[in-house]
């Protein structure tokens, strides 16, 4: 009988402490993650396909392991700092600072790892080695003095660390340039009240002072470590870094502070035995790379330090079935109970019920699981669940995944929850023309509507100026483009070639490719909760019986 409360699991990896470990499905990315000859650093992914979880894994299944909270940091300080905000406003490039405060912390919690630095007094033998180091190699005396100026604080917590380096950045800022204390304690607005000659001498000593500090402080410390101590395979040290999505920095900072990580992943592969594992939304490295480019800015040379999160659909079923074992033996312990077991069998013009479940998914555990457990919560008490239940979990279900894709997607697109409406009570299977006349003219109106930017809010506003010439087709491409991105569409160029979809290739619509997409393709997660008009073709419920066989 289907327990009252009956779940496999939590859809947060961090909630998921029953589950998650018992349940662990590895795709092939933990050794890839743990390789520490692998470039592949950045654990990259959509919302909910199993980063964090991955990341945990890690973390339980190896020593040596360093867990880094961006929480921890001191980045509200910084923020506040009004002598950071008026260099900044003014346009000093602070890049360099943002990688020697990544440098700087990931640097002491590697030494506090190595020599076991947790203490105020451990600090005597590692600056006893420090000193037998400088006598046999002098050159390397700035890394030396570097070393051995913080490492009497190694003990002390990250925020703690990470301030005090921030206030002397200040103190290197404010002696390097003349600028008055009251324009300074005014932060953003006194750079704002700069004449364009004191703003262009102010850019050129800024960028000098960053860069002196760097040079001098921080150029040889890499270097030095992977010398004396980083330079055997024997000892494996693997830095984990999550939870970046969150809010722990104001956008336009937390921007920054993710391009310097990535910037300083790549440098810490000079340390043998060291890696440097983040995880990170789909959506928010494009959010940083779009609101960080410079000029010169090169996206590929970043792919190789990728390790893209993908699921199969039998990943997705061994998942699954694991958990549900997982979940009889926790009730009644009994862990030979699967997934046909109590849900309805297999019969001839019916479809195979998960299969079913994991087509009206994006390919993630999360959808699985959220799927899972409301055809659980609609079975309670029962021997096993229903078609009736499967279909009415289908309602919710994908009423709560539509939101939930708006969601990921809102601060790349703030216009998702007026474009996705485009969809509504369209056929499952539609050619480009179905979109045209009132359906776009509609959107593009809600959507010139909207504060922000992005490319449909930039195209409806051009779309209904008069001024401009720009067509419902263009609006169209754009819509197209954003709902294909986000999963919930796909398209097809060719009759003989499958449906191509952004969740299994990690690709985009490009402008030409969404005017010669043959037809476009409502995703089954979204079709009850957008009221899609099922094609015949595409109908696998149509021999599905409301009963409770």
């Known amino acids: 009988m289907i327990a009252k409360n009956a779940s496999i699991g939590a859809v947060d990896a961090y909630e998921d402490v029953e589950y998650r470990a018992q349940c662990f499905v590895d795709a092939g990315w933990l050794a890839d993650a743990t390789d520490t000859d692998s470039r592949r650093s950045i654990v990259l992914g959509r919302t909910g396909v199993g980063k964090s979880a991955l990341l945990l894994e890690v973390a339980e299944r190896n020593e040596g392991v360093i867990e880094i909270d961006p929480g921890e940091f001191s980045f509200r300080y910084l923020e506040n700092s009004t002598v950071i905000q008026f260099f900044q406003s003014a346009g000093v490039n602070l890049d360099f600072f943002y990688r020697l405060l990544w440098r700087h912390v990931l640097v002491v919690e590697l030494l506090r790892k190595r020599f076991r630095l947790n203490h105020e007094n451990d600090s005597a033998g590692f600056l006893d080695q420090l000193n037998q180091w400088v006598k046999f190699n002098p050159g390397r ?39 008055g204390p009251e324009f300074l304690s005014m932060g953003a607005e006194g750079a704002g009240r700069l004449g364009r000659e004191e703003r262009e001498e102010i850019i050129t000593r800024g960028n000098a002072v960053v860069n002196a500090i760097q040079v001098r402080e921080l150029r040889d410390v890499i270097s030095l470590l992977a010398e004396k101590v980083f330079n055997s395979d024997r000892a494996k040290y693997l830095i984990v870094i999550d939870k970046l999505d969150e809010g722990w920095a104001r956008d336009e900072t937390r921007y920054r502070l993710i391009k310097a990580l990535i910037d300083e992943i790549r440098s810490f592969r000079a340390l043998r035995g060291v890696k440097i594992l983040a995880a990170l939304r789909q959506d928010l490295l494009l959010e940083v790379f779009d609101n960080t480019r410079e000029s010169g800015f090169q996206e590929e040379k970043y792919q190789d ?115 996705v409406e485009i969809l509504r009570d369209l056929p499952s299977r539609v050619g480009r023309n179905d979109f045209l006349g009132p359906r776009i003219d509609r959107i593009a109106v809600k959507v010139s509507q ?61 402008k030409g490719d969404a005017r010669r997409a043959i037809s476009i393709h409502v995703h089954k997660m979204a079709w009850r909760g957008m009221g899609t008009r099922i094609h015949v073709e595409d109908d696998d419920a149509a021999a599905i019986e409301d009963d409770d066989q």
Request: charged share 35%; hydrophobic share 40%; proline share 4%.
């Open 141 to 179: 005396k700035a890394a030396m003095d570097y070393l051995r100026k913080w490492g009497e604080k190694f003990w002390e917590t990250t925020e703690v660390r990470a301030r005090e380096l921030t206030t002397k950045f200040e103190d290197e800022l404010k002696a390097g340039i003349q600028v």
């Open 305 to 419: 330090y990728l390790l893209h999160l993908r699921w199969s659909i039998e990943d997705l079923e061994m998942l699954i079935q694991k958990r549900i074992g997982e979940m009889y033996r926790r009730k009644y312990d009994s862990g030979a109970v699967r997934f046909e077991d109590i849900f309805p069998s297999v019969k001839r013009g019916r479809p195979e019920p998960m299969r079913y479940i994991l087509q009206r998914t994006l390919k993630r555990p999360r959808d699985a699981i959220a799927f899972v457990n409301e055809c659980l919560k609609l079975a309670e008490s029962r021997e096993r669940v229903s078609w009736k239940a499967i279909r009415a979990a289908e309602n919710h279900y994908s009423k709560t995944r539509i939101k939930a894709v708006c969601d990921e997607w809102r601060a790349h697109y703030p216009s998702i929850d007026e474009v």
């Open 450 to 510: 909207l504060s922000g930017s992005d490319p449909c809010i930039d195209v409806a506003k051009q779309m209904l100026d008069p001024n401009a010439k720009v067509s419902e087709r263009t609006m169209l491409d754009e819509v197209l483009r954003v709902l294909y991105k986000a999963g919930l569409i796909g398209a097809r160029f060719a009759k003989n070639e499958p449906i191509s979809w952004a969740f299994s290739h990690e690709d985009e619509l490009g």
